[in-house]
């Protein structure tokens, strides 16, 4: 079993629709959580991250982490072409950008 | 402010030869992270270094890989005698301490063995 799950996707979503990307871990001592957009060829972007559970709001996107059920997600409002990349989850048991835990990534495609 | 700067883009090596793959982190970052990205898979963890010193290199392959970040300069991941199984797209992060969880990528290395 994978320390992170991340759905593969495609996700193939209109403009304007609100998109929900999730995760799941294994690990308890997970405990910051990172969401990075990758577009095609480029490096990860980091988008948001939190520390143990709760939101996380900026602008269109807002994070999520429940611990007690090991799920992260992250919503994007007013889904926009330019969303359209792939979303890699992350977590780690330190505060430290060191041994990230990557998911596989999801890929969006935002429909005009 | 330059970002994380990786070179070569891509990188093409025939079976049996040596790849070296350069990193400069962002200004002012002195912890630096190598991260391999399979295709279909997740980025994976392989070595973290500050100047001059490797801090944990726990998902290094044990043969053949090797790296390093030099006083001065940028960090080297050094590939030997690369295999088929080596293709795949090579990242390298920064930040600014330890205790920093925000890490820049750079674009990566993409390497192809033929």
């Known amino acids: 079993q994978k320390e992170v799950e991340q759905d593969p996707g495609p996700l193939s979503v209109p403009e304007g629709a609100i998109v929900s990307l999730n995760c799941t871990y294994s690990?308890?001592?997970?405990?910051?959580f990172m969401w990075y957009r990758q577009y095609s060829r480029k490096g990860p972007e980091l988008l948001m991250y939190?520390?143990?559970?709760g939101n996380k709001e900026d602008g269109r996107f807002t994070a999520q982490v429940d611990k007690s059920s090991k799920y992260i997600s992250l919503f994007i409002r007013d889904s926009q072409p330019s969303d359209s990349a792939t979303y890699l989850c992350?977590?780690?048991?330190?505060?430290?950008?060191?041994?990230?835990?990557f998911g596989s990534g999801t890929q969006l495609t935002v429909l005009p | 402010n330059a970002g994380v700067m990786q070179n070569p883009r891509h990188l093409v090596r025939r079976r049996g030869q040596e790849a070296r793959l350069r990193c400069s982190p962002m200004?002012?970052?002195?912890?630096v992270y190598w991260y391999r990205q399979l295709p279909e898979e997740g980025l994976k963890f392989m070595v973290y270094?500050?100047?001059?010193?490797?801090?944990?290199e726990s998902g290094m392959p044990k043969e053949r890989f090797s790296a390093e970040f030099p006083k001065e300069g940028p960090s080297i991941l050094r590939i030997q005698q690369v295999v088929r199984g080596d293709s795949a797209a090579y990242f390298c992060?920064?930040?600014?301490?330890?205790?920093?969880?925000?890490?820049?990528f750079g674009q990566g290395t993409r390497l192809t063995v033929v």
């Open positions: 992060a920064s930040s600014l301490g330890t205790g920093q969880t925000e890490a820049f």
């Open positions: 992350a977590t780690s048991s330190s505060g430290s950008a060191r041994q990230l835990t």
């Open positions: 200004k002012g970052h002195s912890h």
């Open positions: 690990n308890s001592a997970f405990q910051y």
């Open positions: 939190t520390y143990s559970s």
């Open positions: 270094l500050q100047k001059e010193n490797i801090i944990d």
